[in-house]
C-alpha cells in the first residue's frame, strides 16, 4: 500500500484528465500520440440484451482517463484534443495524483487495468466478495440490484468521488 503525499513512486508520476463521456479510446490514442502511457481502467458488466445477459467492458469512471507521463506533460498540447476538459487538480494547483487517487491508479495497474466480474456469496441480508479484485478494494457499496447481479460501488478519491457499478456472478453455497 502507498501512503503519505506520494505522487511519485519508482520514478513513475500520473495524471489523470476529464473528457467527454464516451470519448475515452479517442482520448487514450491521443494521449498514447504524445507519449504518456495510458492506464487502462474498465469494468466488466454482464448486461440484459435481448433478453439474455452478455459481457461488455465500459469505463470504469465516465469521463476520466488516467495516464503515466515522466515529468510535467505539456498541458496546452493535451488540451489541443476537443474531447479532452481539464486535467484533474488539487487545491494546490498540483495535477500529479497522490494519497487516495494514487491509490486507485495502483490498484488498477494491480488488476491490468480491468475490473473483472466479482464473485459473491449471500450471508444473512449481506453479501460478501469472495473472489476478483473489489475482495481486496476498500470501497463503499452503496446500492445491489440483485435482479441485474451489480453492484455500486463509492469510490472516493482526494480530488474526484465517483460512483461505479461492477457486476458480480452469485456463488450458490450449500451448507453441510
Known amino acids: 500500500m502507498i ?46 440484451k435481448n433478453g439474455k445477459f452478455i459481457k461488455e467492458f465500459r469505463p470504469i469512471i465516465s469521463g476520466y482517463t488516467f495516464f503515466e507521463y515522466d515529468g510535467e506533460p505539456d498541458w496546452r498540447e493535451i488540451k489541443k484534443c476537443k474531447y479532452i476538459y481539464y486535467p484533474l487538480q488539487y487545491n494546490d494547483n498540483s495535477k500529479k495524483l497522490r494519497n487516495n487517487d494514487l491509490e486507485f491508479v495502483y490498484w488498477l495497474i494491480r488488476n491490468n487495468g480491468v475490473v473483472k466480474i466479482s464473485k459473491v456469496i449471500e450471508i444473512g441480508n449481506k453479501i460478501k466478495i469472495i473472489e476478483g479484485p473489489l475482495k481486496e478494494y476498500e470501497g463503499n457499496i452503496v446500492k445491489i440490484n440483485k435482479r441485474q447481479k451489480c453492484a455500486k460501488i463509492e469510490i472516493n478519491g482526494e480530488g474526484m468521488i465517483n460512483n461505479v457499478w461492477v457486476s458480480y456472478e452469485y456463488m450458490d453455497i450449500k451448507n453441510g
Not at 505522487?7 to 500520473?14: L, P, V
Not at 489523470?16 to 491521443?30: K, N, P, S
Open 3 to 48: 501512503g503519505g503525499n506520494l505522487s511519485k513512486i519508482d520514478g513513475r508520476e500520473f495524471f489523470c484528465i476529464f473528457c467527454e463521456t464516451g470519448r475515452e479510446a479517442i482520448v487514450e490514442d491521443y494521449l498514447q500520440s504524445l507519449g504518456c502511457i495510458v492506464i487502462s481502467s474498465t469494468v466488466e458488466r454482464n448486461v440484459v
